[in-house]
């Protein structure tokens, strides 16, 4: 496994490239990235839509629940279609949808501490967990925008660190191939 890992080395490299390329990308042009984000969601969603209404109609006999598949697979579709025909809105409604999770989680936090506070010490990190929640979901609300590239920024930052590890883990093996090499005709 290893002579092959060694033989292959460059894929590595090539990898690594790309993805310090889309890394980049992303930096350069974040509005470009994300559209290209909302359009594998939206292949995502509408694959995930047929299937689940591909699995109804072949268990449809054997289920009698079968029309919550059928749901399923329309949420699906329609999703992957309005993530391919309104991208914009699509990136929107992720947003929105993470900037009421976060308030809805934050809430729950404080709630929490203020319950068990009788019971447990340091209730003011849970309370200012959840105040912080909150206030990252009203910043996302008030400010999708900047939530999005916010987003972008982070994968940008993970692409370019993975890639630049791979090119790395690529001269690596290359150099254990070299030596693997010449333990064996030496």
Same mark, same amino acid.
């Given at each position: 496994?290893?002579?092959?890992?060694?033989?292959?080395?460059?894929?590595?490299?090539?990898?690594?490239?790309?993805?310090?390329?889309?890394?980049?990308?992303?930096?350069?042009?974040?509005?470009?990235?994300?559209?290209?984000?909302?359009?594998?969601?939206?292949?995502?969603?509408?694959?995930?839509?047929?299937?689940?209404?591909?699995?109804?109609?072949?268990?449809?006999?054997?289920?009698?629940?079968?029309?919550?598949?059928?749901?399923?697979? @329309?949420?699906?579709?329609?999703?992957?279609?309005?993530?391919?025909?309104?991208?914009? !809105?699509?990136?929107?409604?992720?947003?929105?949808?993470?900037? @009421?999770?976060?308030?809805?989680?934050?809430?729950?936090?404080?709630?929490?501490?203020?319950?068990?506070?009788?019971?447990?010490?340091?209730?003011?990190?849970?309370?200012?967990?959840?105040?912080?929640?909150?206030?990252?979901?009203? !910043?996302?609300?008030?400010?999708?925008?900047?939530?999005?590239?916010?987003?972008?920024?982070?994968?940008?930052?993970?692409?370019?660190?993975?890639? !630049?590890?791979?090119?790395?883990?690529?001269?690596?093996?290359?150099?254990?191939?070299?030596?693997?090499?010449?333990?064996?005709?030496?």
């Amino acid at each position: 496994m290893l002579k092959a890992l060694t033989k292959y080395w460059w894929t590595f490299l090539v990898r690594g490239i790309v993805a310090v390329a889309f890394g980049l990308g992303a930096f350069l042009w974040p509005g470009l990235t994300l559209r290209v984000l909302v359009i594998l969601f939206g292949a995502y969603a509408l694959t995930d839509g047929i299937i689940a209404i591909t699995c109804m109609f072949s268990n449809r006999s054997e289920n009698d629940r079968w029309w919550v598949h059928l749901l399923e697979g @329309a949420a699906g579709i329609g999703a992957g279609l309005i993530a391919f025909f309104w991208p914009g !809105l699509t990136v929107v409604t992720l947003l929105f949808l993470i900037a @009421a999770w976060a308030m809805m989680t934050g809430v729950f936090e404080v709630i929490a501490a203020i319950r068990l506070r009788n019971e447990i010490q340091g209730e003011w990190a849970f309370i200012l967990s959840g105040a912080l929640s909150i206030l990252f979901g009203a !910043l996302l609300m008030t400010r999708p925008g900047a939530g999005a590239l916010a987003v972008i920024w982070i994968i940008a930052a993970y692409a370019i660190a993975f890639g !630049l590890l791979l090119v790395v883990l690529s001269f690596k093996i290359k150099k254990m191939g070299t030596a693997l090499e010449e333990a064996t005709t030496g």
